[in-house]
């Protein structure tokens, strides 16, 4: 058990650019979160994914935003055309047991600065 | 929605003083309750959890009970330590009507030698 890994922790792009975020889940985690937090406030939720299947999606990730997670294993995250507004701390997290009271286990995140 | 509102930082106390670090919650369902901490440097690990009413968590020393009354997670320690200087969130999950966790805004604690 290696924990969860996220690739790269930090980017630097520019405006208009656009970034992809990778995450590995710990190896027999069936259940995978992004969440997005900026400075002073926890996290705030994205997307989740059971397995492949995305399940929720937050009304924050706009249609610039896209998640994936094939043969529910590694997930990503793409940002299009980044804005300054999308500079945050985006973080991945996968459980596995009941639904509602499993144990997240967090990576260490990817800091995203948008120029 | 659900929401979970806990006090604002930093909280600075000296070593071996009592913590309390209040979080009171909102949620139409019947929520799970956590406690999660993020050392400097290091990624949010969870630190105490509580499924259902009057249960009671507790892990290295902190404890919390979940009031479904008061709607309420409050933190607490009896003799904090210089090592407990930390980033601590409160936060709900209730998959009645979804999937998302909802945290709070988090509460910096400053333990002094």
């Known amino acids: 058990d290696t924990g969860v890994s996220q690739d790269p922790r930090h980017k630097i792009t520019k405006r208009g650019q656009n970034v992809t975020f990778r995450c590995d889940p710990i190896?027999?985690?069936?259940?995978l979160y992004w969440y997005r937090q900026t400075l002073g406030q926890g996290p705030e939720f994205l997307t989740y994914f059971q397995n492949e299947a995305q399940l929720e999606k937050s009304r924050l990730l706009s249609d610039r935003f896209s998640a994936e997670r094939p043969k529910g294993s590694f997930s990503t995250l793409e940002i299009q055309r980044t804005e300054q507004g999308d500079s945050a701390m985006y973080l991945c997290?996968?459980?596995?047991?009941?639904?509602?009271?499993?144990?997240?286990?967090f990576g260490p995140g990817t800091r995203l600065l948008v120029l | 929605g659900d929401s979970v509102t806990q006090m604002e930082g930093p909280v600075t106390l000296s070593e071996e003083a009592f913590l309390t670090i209040n979080c009171t919650y909102t949620?139409?369902?019947?929520?799970?309750l956590f406690w999660y901490v993020q050392y400097p440097g290091e990624g949010l690990q969870l630190l105490l959890k509580?499924?259902?009413?009057?249960d009671k968590g507790s892990n290295k020393g902190f404890e919390a009970t979940y009031r479904k009354e008061t709607t309420s997670f409050h933190l607490e320690k009896g003799s904090v330590q210089v090592s407990d200087s930390a980033v601590y969130f409160c936060?709900?999950?209730?998959?009645?009507?979804?999937?998302?966790?909802?945290f709070g805004a988090g509460t910096r604690l400053f333990v002094k030698a």
């Open positions: 997290a996968s459980s596995e047991g009941l639904a509602g009271q499993e144990t997240q286990y």
């Open positions: 190896s027999e985690h069936n259940r």
């Open positions: 936060a709900l999950s209730d998959h009645t009507g979804g999937f998302k966790t909802i």
């Open positions: 949620a139409t369902g019947y929520p799970s």
């Open positions: 509580a499924t259902k009413a009057d």
